[in-house]
């Protein structure tokens, strides 16, 4: 029942598409993650996942569109949907998804990253 | 899977403590809620909430401490505690919670909300 700073917490870590912990609830995540570059493209089988830009801006990526997500903005990317994260400069991002979530979804590669730290 | 705009939103509606539903996923809801002056004093019984803040700042009570929670900084309150939204002035904020979560938890009075519009 402590409260938690985003931005605090944000500082204290500098690498790319490898998202802490930062709360838990209802058997959900909060995960705090710095985007920049590309990721890889992949899906959930069973996980919706929400994306939240604290700073910055990215784009969305599916196999239809591209949606530019700005700060103070999410997009829902409901299981079962192709996405693949894009930033061209550093972006800060909040997500929201069950604590099963792999962040590479079907996909595991070089990118794929297990045990998450808690922050 | 169209984003959503936070500030956009939340200038839709200037009422109190009157939650919005502007997301859902994995069977919990984003809402977006405008808080000034003292809620009531509640739990939830089989639901954790967290609270963001947007814009402004509010202090949480519970029985044993006040945190305030500014901008940019999210609380978790686990089920079963008690717990009252303070805001001396109007303050923004974003709710993750299960769908199921009434917004006055065990207390039914006339700051009840049902039937959430969505937005």
Do not use: C
Request: glycine share 6%; no cysteine.
């Amino acid at each position: 029942m402590d409260k938690v700073n985003l931005a605090e917490k944000l500082s204290g870590f500098s690498d790319y598409f490898n998202p802490r912990i930062a709360g838990e609830l209802n058997g959900q995540h909060i995960k705090l993650v710095k985007f920049k570059g590309e990721f890889v493209w992949h899906h959930h089988d069973n996980e919706d996942e929400l994306f939240y830009v604290v700073k910055g801006s990215f784009d969305m990526h599916m196999r239809d569109k591209i949606v530019t997500i700005n700060e103070g903005e999410f997009i829902i990317m409901p299981r079962g949907v192709e996405h693949k994260p894009v930033a061209n400069e550093e972006v800060e991002v909040m997500l929201f998804e069950p604590a099963s979530t792999l962040n590479t979804g079907n996909v595991i590669n070089e990118k794929t990253r297990t045990n998450l730290e808690s922050i």
